[in-house]
């Protein structure tokens, strides 16, 4: 059973950029859980037109990591023009938004993740002599890329956007505390390794041992979980998936066992 300092029900912390924040919030929202929307970061275009055009016009293979990617990559080079075999999204929200954009068919695999991408029979098969391309920001895990090398293929990254990350006082997290939140949304290790900093390091030990041991820490995947048990967070809760609707249902499982 899952408890914290501040009564049963849960004030939220969402640090994602503002509009997957606003989409959260939402969704909290329509099950009234209480929730403190505070980005860490927003995105700013990377690409240029003609990497761009480049890689999706001579890509067999175009794989896309979130939301964002296909937003940037739109605005720099438009669907219309891109040419390809297969489209592939790692989940739901960027299958969406690429359909929205009137790209179509979308693979998508169940499992949102690189795992999951790699075990798609478009990806798990010989690949020799096709060509990928991997949109997404700045930065990011390399082992889908090193996957499909092994498989034969010839990798491309178009990292369509960057992070800038916000900065803040030293003390932000003696503000949360005041604003009782008792639980906070992580989506990626970037953003917990971020939140550690601002929550732990280097704090009083009553407000470590708070955001440490006290405060639920719901993760989007087992891969960040891990993660935050490594960094030494002990109540950490993993939703299998980073849209509003998944993180949603879980945080409203996470307050209906309390």
């Known amino acids: 059973m899952l408890t914290t300092n501040h009564g049963d029900k849960l004030n939220v912390l969402i640090t994602r950029p503002t509009k997957k924040s606003q989409a959260l919030a939402e ?91 790699l075990a798609l029979g478009e990806l798990s098969k010989d690949l020799n002599h096709k060509s990928v391309t991997i949109v997404r920001g700045d930065g990011g895990r390399e082992h889908l890329a090193q996957q499909l090398i092994t498989a034969g293929a010839t990798v491309n990254y178009l990292e369509s956007y960057q992070r800038i990350w916000r900065t803040f006082a030293k003390d932000i997290s003696k503000q949360w505390l005041k604003q009782q939140i008792n639980c906070i949304v992580v989506t990626s290790n970037a953003l917990l390794e971020k939140l550690v900093a601002l929550t732990i390091n280097n704090h009083e030990q009553h407000s470590v041992d708070y955001w440490q041991n006290e405060c639920t820490w719901l993760v989007a995947s087992q891969r960040i979980g891990d993660k935050a048990t490594q960094l030494g967070l002990t109540k950490v809760v993993i939703s299998d998936g980073a849209s509003a609707q998944t993180i949603t249902a879980k945080l409203r499982q996470i307050e209906t066992n309390q």
């Open 27 to 117: 969704s909290l929202a329509t099950v009234n859980i209480a929730c403190v929307q505070q980005p860490l970061f927003d995105y700013q275009p990377l690409a240029d037109y003609q990497t761009s055009e480049k890689l999706l016009v001579n890509s067999d293979i175009i794989i896309f990591v979130s939301v964002a990617a296909v937003e940037f990559s739109q605005l720099i080079f438009a669907s219309q023009n891109w040419r390809y075999q297969h489209i592939i999204a790692v989940g739901k929200a960027t299958k969406t938004a690429l359909q929205l954009s009137g790209i179509n068919p979308v693979i998508c695999p169940k499992q949102e993740n690189s795992e999951g991408l």
